[in-house]
């Protein structure tokens, strides 16, 4: 009976353990890039929010063993880890929200952004879904997914469990993430704005020169082209911006951007 209790008492331990890093793990499975999507089955999220929990819960034992030998109340913990979860989940998706928004800025620029529109779950225009698309499989082969993993066991150390983060903190922190965004994505979408100024000036000067000539038909092909020209010539420095981004964050997602 001694064995068998002592059996049942670390089986017990070990599913407190594994359920309360699943509170934290699971949202930032939800919305991580890729793993997250709209596309994917909420069964296969499950199944990679277990098996992300099983590989980062051995590494906490040792830091989690006084709140698995005393848990706090279910309900509290509940709601702290999983707001802590999704505060995560929020700052990695921005990232890639910033992507689609520099696609967006960059297809208007340039014409293109009517180009199979409506060809994803989201409607995004074709400039968008190659960056998104791109910027994903780079981050995988970089992984990403590792490195996460890595900075969902640091955030233990800077919120510890059932502990929820000051309210103007988190406010500060959203602010800084949004701003951030923004402008990672309108400094992606730049080269194409500035063009798309030059062309517009350009367009006005030669209709004022020559009134006559419908220069809306000339300049047309000659934006639209320019704009596939610099996607192509532009689209790896663009995710070599956005993944450093990416990874300054994950090493760093709470400090100072």
């Given at each position: 009976m001694t064995?068998a209790?002592?059996?049942?008492?670390?089986s017990?331990?070990l599913?407190?353990?594994?359920?309360?890093v699943?509170?934290?793990?699971?949202?930032?499975?939800a919305?991580?890039p890729?793993?997250?999507?709209?596309s994917?089955?909420v069964?296969i999220k499950?199944?990679?929010?277990?098996?992300?929990?099983v590989?980062?819960?051995?590494v906490?034992?040792?830091q989690?063993?006084d709140?698995?030998?005393?848990?706090?109340a279910?309900?509290?913990?509940v709601?702290?880890?999983t707001a802590?979860?999704?505060?995560?989940?929020?700052?990695?998706r921005?990232?890639?929200?910033?992507?689609q928004t520099a696609?967006?800025i960059a297809?208007?620029?340039?014409?293109?952004?009517?180009i199979?529109?409506?060809a994803?779950?989201t409607?995004?225009p074709a400039m968008?879904?190659?960056?998104v698309?791109?910027?994903?499989?780079?981050?995988?082969?970089?992984?990403?997914?590792?490195r996460?993993?890595?900075?969902?066991?640091?955030?233990?150390?800077l919120?510890p469990?059932a502990m929820?983060p000051e309210?103007s903190?988190?406010?500060?922190w959203?602010?800084?993430?949004?701003?951030?965004?923004?402008?990672?994505?309108?400094?992606l979408?730049?080269?194409f704005?500035?063009?798309?100024?030059?062309?517009?000036?350009a367009?006005?000067v030669i209709?004022?020169?020559?009134?006559?000539?419908m220069?809306?038909?000339?300049g047309?092909?000659?934006i639209?082209?320019?704009?596939?020209l610099?996607?192509?010539?532009?689209?790896?420095?663009?995710?070599e911006?956005w993944?450093?981004?990416?990874?300054?964050f994950?090493?760093n997602?709470f400090g100072?951007?």
């Amino acid at each position: 009976m001694t064995a068998a209790a002592e059996l049942l008492a670390l089986s017990e331990d070990l599913l407190w353990l594994h359920f309360i890093v699943f509170l934290r793990t699971g949202p930032v499975m939800a919305l991580f890039p890729g793993f997250g999507e709209s596309s994917v089955p909420v069964r296969i999220k499950l199944m990679l929010a277990i098996m992300f929990t099983v590989v980062i819960a051995p590494v906490l034992a040792p830091q989690l063993a006084d709140v698995v030998a005393n848990p706090p109340a279910t309900g509290w913990l509940v709601l702290s880890e999983t707001a802590v979860g999704v505060l995560i989940g929020i700052g990695i998706r921005l990232f890639l929200l910033a992507l689609q928004t520099a696609g967006a800025i960059a297809a208007q620029a340039t014409s293109l952004s009517q180009i199979l529109g409506a060809a994803g779950v989201t409607p995004l225009p074709a400039m968008g879904h190659l960056l998104v698309v791109g910027g994903l499989a780079l981050a995988m082969m970089l992984g990403l997914h590792v490195r996460v993993a890595g900075m969902m066991v640091l955030t233990y150390g800077l919120f510890p469990v059932a502990m929820l983060p000051e309210a103007s903190n988190v406010a500060d922190w959203g602010i800084r993430q949004v701003s951030a965004a923004f402008a990672l994505a309108f400094t992606l979408a730049a080269p194409f704005v500035i063009v798309s100024v030059i062309y517009n000036v350009a367009l006005g000067v030669i209709n004022r020169a020559m009134p006559q000539m419908m220069v809306v038909f000339v300049g047309a092909p000659v934006i639209t082209g320019m704009g596939l020209l610099m996607l192509f010539l532009l689209a790896p420095t663009m995710l070599e911006l956005w993944i450093k981004a990416l990874e300054a964050f994950v090493v760093n997602p709470f400090g100072e951007r």
